[in-house]
């Protein structure tokens, strides 16, 4: 038995430039992307409306990244099957070769056309007489080797005197898809019917059985050129989520928006405080911390971290440090005391300190008052401090809270 050795070039290394050129523009639209993030962060206050734009927007396009890994999966399967039927033409023509001088048998030419001139019909002469055959460009399509040159009448001759080897053929195209195509496999089912009465129907499949479905058919092909001699091909693929192009642009530019996107969510989360377990500042409305934080020790007498707060006498004491309150700062503390979450609108500020909401600088006095109560409290020493913001309401105020 004649053994067969097949030696295929190595085309990877053509791409090699152009993986270079990729990679450099993910690089950079990687850093631009971070870059770009980063300043808007910094110059950005709606950092809520911020994330919730961008958390959508990652996961919109997670999901359209998915999308286009499938359909680039489907592709590149296509492109496989392709690249298969490519290579069994390749391997049919070594094979022939091989079969051809296993059996002593010279190439030879017959009713070969010319290129200009298109025909409609075959003839073939032999022994029993002058066969002819209508020529089908589908066929011709599906045919495995060139219309009308030699190799379709050394086909023939070599199955009217006996019978190649399907199965060497079967094994060069199986070597073939392992040095380009790994973890594909192929096999082969042959029938045939040629005109001097020699016949051959439903022959075994060469090749691994569990591949003899439909559904790893890839295709019939014609040996010759007058239709007699059809092969079927069978092709095991790999799953579709095993072809995913990630080298496509597409992707890799939807891949570069996902990065982009989490590493502003990182960033947005760490600059405003807002990162898990690890808060800022906590607003003593928060349940599990208001009992610790808040304590009533005695009548109006409260304790607000480190500050003591007495209510009759007006009088915050942090340490060995008392200082007198007025009526404006002591009614604003107890109210933040006694507020619910310990929140304070714009307009309860304004009813506690009789002030208009309607005039012009009532703003300006609601920042100094605020200022004057952080300077009792002694907020850069006690952490204890007042911090504008909204509550459920969207209402905007002040919230009284201890720093960390």
Same mark, same amino acid.
């Given at each position: 038995m004649s053994t067969y050795r097949l030696y295929l070039p190595i085309s990877e290394d053509v791409f090699k430039c152009e993986a270079i050129l990729r990679?450099?523009?993910?690089?950079?639209d990687f850093f631009l992307c971070t870059f770009v993030a980063y300043t808007f962060i910094n110059a950005m206050k709606y950092y809520k409306q911020t994330l919730y734009i961008l958390c959508g927007l990652l996961l919109t396009t997670v999901g359209l990244l998915v999308y286009l890994l499938y359909l680039s999966g489907v592709e590149n399967q296509g492109k496989d099957k392709m690249t298969a039927e490519m290579l069994l033409k390749h391997v049919a023509g070594i094979w022939l070769k091989c079969e051809s001088?296993?059996?002593?048998?010279?190439?030879?030419? !017959?009713?070969?056309?010319?290129?200009?001139?298109?025909?409609?019909?075959?003839?073939? !002469? %032999?022994? $029993?007489?002058?066969?002819?055959v209508e020529v089908d460009s589908l066929k011709d399509e599906r045919s495995i080797f060139i219309p009308e040159t030699s190799e379709n009448s050394c086909i023939r001759t070599l199955f009217?005197?006996?019978?190649?080897?399907?199965?060497?053929?079967?094994? %060069?195209?199986?070597?073939? %898809?392992?040095?380009?195509?790994?973890? @594909?496999?192929c096999g082969l089912k042959l029938v045939y019917k040629l005109p001097n009465g020699k016949e051959g129907c439903s022959r075994a499949f060469t090749g691994n059985l569990t591949f003899d479905s439909p559904i790893h058919k890839l295709g019939n092909y014609?040996?010759?050129?007058? @239709?007699? &001699? $059809?092969?079927?091909?069978? %092709?095991?693929?790999?799953?579709?989520?095993?072809?995913?192009?990630?080298?496509?642009?597409?992707?890799?530019?939807f891949m570069v928006v996902v990065v982009a996107c989490i590493i502003s969510i990182i960033l947005i989360w760490i600059k405003n405080g807002k990162k898990l377990n690890s808060d800022e500042y906590l607003p003593l409305g928060d349940e599990a911390q208001s009992?610790? &934080?808040?304590?009533?020790?005695?009548?109006?007498? @409260?304790?607000?971290?480190? &500050?003591?707060?007495?209510?009759?006498e007006k009088k915050i004491t942090f340490r060995d440090i008392s200082l007198h309150c007025s009526n404006q700062p002591g009614n604003l503390l107890s109210a933040f005391i006694r507020a619910e979450g310990f929140f304070l609108s714009n307009t309860q500020i304004s009813e506690i300190c009789n002030w208009n909401p309607d005039? &012009?600088?009532?703003?300006?006095?609601?920042?100094?008052?605020?200022a004057q109560l952080r300077r009792l409290l002694m907020s850069d020493e006690s952490h204890v401090n007042v911090k504008s913001g909204k509550n459920e309401m969207k209402e905007n105020g002040y919230y009284l809270c201890i720093e960390k």
């Open positions: 990679y450099n523009c993910l690089m950079m001088e296993k059996w002593e048998i010279p190439f030879y030419s !017959v009713g070969a056309g010319t290129k200009k001139k298109k025909r409609t019909k075959r003839h073939l !002469v %032999l022994s $029993e007489g002058e066969f002819t009217m005197i006996g019978e190649p080897s399907v199965e060497e053929l079967n094994k %060069l195209w199986q070597e073939c %898809l392992d040095n380009r195509l790994s973890g @594909y496999n014609y040996l010759d050129d007058m @239709y007699y &001699i $059809e092969v079927s091909a069978y %092709l095991s693929t790999l799953s579709v989520w095993r072809c995913l192009g990630w080298g496509d642009m597409k992707v890799v530019l009992s610790s &934080i808040v304590c009533c020790i005695a009548d109006a007498e @409260y304790q607000v971290g480190e &500050i003591l707060w007495n209510e009759k005039d &012009i600088g009532v703003s300006v006095k609601r920042r100094s008052a605020m």
